[in-house]
């Protein structure tokens, strides 16, 4: 901690101290208006440095446009102080608090998720609400520093003259108002609706979200936002690759044909990760031995998620859909954004085989747009901590002692599930039931309630600040290993046919010093083969009957409720069919990388061979039409009856 202070502070003096004291000699030399109008014009590169310090950026990382970039959107926030508070003083203070808030806002985020903010997390506040209170927001030695700068610029604007006059009684400030105005006007027309940012080479950063520097990384997000069409793309093409696929034999099956005597639990666990996997880690124990040796009618291995940190909505869309957020803006979230009425998913499915499904997530329903979303993807029924919608079947009341540290055990979530399958029997009916548990959800920095602390890190891992966080999510990891085996165990004494696939969402939000030091590297100069590492997470299917094992049978979670589908004897729709094929060729495709199934790694869609370029094109074209499009060929995407 120590040393990250004496950094912070001495980044932060290399670059703020002079120019503040230049002006503070100007001060005592009584050009008390001309310092005013120098501290409003050193205001936007002032707030730039603060919020690159809070992030922790290299700044010498960032191209000359990016600077300029990053310092004309602040100059922009100068000039909304000014026109909100009518006067420079005003808009200095504006634009230097405003700053340091989404700095500071940021410095968390980047800690508990490993990523800076995006646009898409503003819809998502409710959510962030509802887990803040989990995390732990001792000051450290950037947020010291930052609040140095705030200081002094607070400091000077205390002790420069009021101003005599507005801007606004003078000709030339209404002159110059108004050139600006026109000025702004046509920066934002540049920036967000022509190809100057493609030109100079700046995209949303997914892989190092401080890449842009982060006020310009933000809008760049914010440009992108917008699905654009896949090149090429029409409704007739579409529509052309439809019928040619299904003459090729990707067409729907009939729900009248198939087998509805298999129950399907599906379990997306918060945040569950094979730390074991990093060869460089070294831990006292494994803290995941059940599912290491879980085989027996079993099919396991690595699933490429697309997020990393966080980001749970958009795996659970990909599962549910076989869609790829690697189609979408970078950023986005399809459950608060593109998903519509009726969106094909596994839900839908079941829904046509008259399957009674339920989702259920032990946490606030106001997380994520579920309610909205799940009714969208086919659920009959929702449970939730605080509600539940067409459905009364099983108990969300919780003990204390069900709970883990302030959330619901993975054990207390799982007996949830038994109640409803044991509901689903009692009523003469099959099941598919979605979970989302909450257990093992960041921060790692509370009270260990109900967790045995039997894993720790070993080595030159320990005494660089961050043991107790990763031993309190390996003790995490051990509860939910248990849980599993409770849960296998359980499903073996059940006489009705029953698949189950689980599968972690993303790895844990951990500090960056662990990864910097599993990596021996910073971060951002990280291989794509190294990257991609921090994108997996293990996966099992399992059944009660037998099937045909397999082991190191990596998948990405765009395939996994497709292939877990087809082992529990589902309809497939053409969709879907056509999905499969794709996983022929890929095992994952992510937003920061594809691997392809005979083990090759690319950062870059362009360099992929042509052959697996031509299948992304067409799943593109296909998810479009699907999320976006018209409404017919609806018999490629949904079972018929």
């Known amino acids: ?197 493609p030109t100079l080479g700046i995209y949303a950063q997914q892989w190092k979200t401080t890449g842009n520097g982060f006020l310009l990384n933000f809008t760049v ?48 666990d918060e945040s569950f990760a094979d730390l074991t996997r990093f060869d460089s ?55 608060q954004l593109y998903l519509t009425d009726q969106t094909p998913s596994l839900a839908q499915i079941a829904k046509i085989l008259g399957v009674r499904s339920s989702a259920y997530h032990p946490y606030e329903s106001s997380g994520w747009n579920r309610v909205a979303t799940y009714e969208r993807l086919g659920f009959d029924s929702e449970y939730f901590l605080d509600k539940t919608v067409n459905g009364d079947d099983i108990s969300t009341d919780y003990s204390d002692d069900e709970l883990v540290r302030e959330y619901v055990s993975d054990s207390a979530d799982f007996s949830r599930i038994y109640q409803l399958t044991d509901a689903a029997k009692e009523a003469g009916q099959n099941c598919f039931v979605f979970n989302v548990t909450m257990q093992n959800h960041s921060g790692y920095n509370k009270e260990w309630n109900n967790l045995y602390r039997g894993v720790h890190l070993t080595g030159d891992f320990v005494g660089n600040g961050y043991g107790d966080t990763t031993s309190q999510y390996l003790a995490l990891a051990s509860a939910t290993d248990s849980a599993i085996q409770e849960l296998i165990e359980h499903y073996k004494q059940v006489e009705e046919p029953t698949v ?32 991609l590492e921090q994108y997996v997470t293990p996966y099992f299917i399992w059944a009660n009957f037998d099937i045909d094992e397999a082991e190191g049978v990596d998948t990405g979670s765009n395939f996994i409720g497709m292939q877990a589908s087809r082992l529990a004897g589902y309809p497939q729709t053409g969709y879907m069919k056509f999905l499969a094929r794709v996983n022929e060729t890929f095992t994952g495709i992510t ?30 074209m296909l998810q479009y039409y699907n999320l976006f499009g018209g409404d017919q060929a609806q018999e490629f995407f949904y079972v018929g009856e």
């Open 221 to 268: 997000s914010a440009r992108y936002m917008r699905v654009e069409k896949p090149d090429g793309y029409s409704e007739e093409k579409a529509l052309e690759l439809i019928a040619q696929l299904e003459d090729e034999g990707c067409t729907s099956d009939s729900a009248s044909d198939a087998e509805t005597t298999v129950n399907f639990i599906g379990i997306m």
């Open 500 to 531: 189950i696939f689980f599968f972690g969402d993303h790895q844990p939000p951990l500090s960056n010093d662990l990864y910097k030091d599993i990596y021996g590297k910073e971060l951002d100069e990280r291989s794509v083969d190294e990257l």
């Open 281 to 335: 880690l070294t831990l006292s124990d494994d803290p995941t031995p059940y599912y290491h040796s879980l085989t027996e009618n079993t099919i396991k291995g690595m699933m490429y998620a697309p997020v990393t940190g966080g980001g749970t909505a958009t795996v659970e869309f990909e599962a549910l859909t076989g869609s790829s957020a690697s189609f979408l803006p970078s950023g986005t979230v399809a459950y």
């Open 1 to 197: 901690m120590l040393t990250k202070c004496k950094a912070a502070l001495a980044w932060a003096g290399a670059f703020v101290s002079r120019p503040f004291r230049a002006l503070w000699h100007l001060m005592r030399a009584n050009q008390l208006q001309t310092n005013l109008w120098l501290l409003f014009a050193a205001t936007p590169i002032i707030c730039f440095l603060m919020v690159e310090l809070l992030v922790e950026n290299k700044m010498s990382s960032l191209a000359p446009w990016q600077w300029l970039m990053n310092i004309v959107w602040y100059t922009c926030l100068l000039f909304i102080g000014w026109l909100i508070t009518g006067g420079r003083r005003g808009a200095i203070a504006f634009d230097s608090v405003f700053s340091f808030i989404i700095g500071l806002a940021n410095h968390y985020v980047l800690q508990f998720r490993g990523r800076a903010l995006f646009p898409i997390d503003l819809l998502s506040l409710g959510t962030a609400a509802n887990v803040a209170g989990n995390y732990d927001y001792t000051p450290d030695g950037y947020v010291y520093g930052a609040a140095g700068i705030l200081g002094l610029v607070i400091l000077f604007l205390v002790l420069l003259p009021k101003e005599r006059a507005r801007w606004g009684g003078r000709r030339w400030v209404k002159w110059l108002n108004l050139g600006l105005s026109a000025g702004w006007c046509a920066y934002i027309l540049i920036f967000f609706f022509t190809p100057m940012l």
């Open 591 to 620: 937003p920061v990388g594809y691997v392809l199934k005979d083990g090759s790694t690319y950062e870059n869609r362009e360099d992929l061979p042509e052959d697996a370029q031509e299948l992304l094109d067409q799943y593109e």
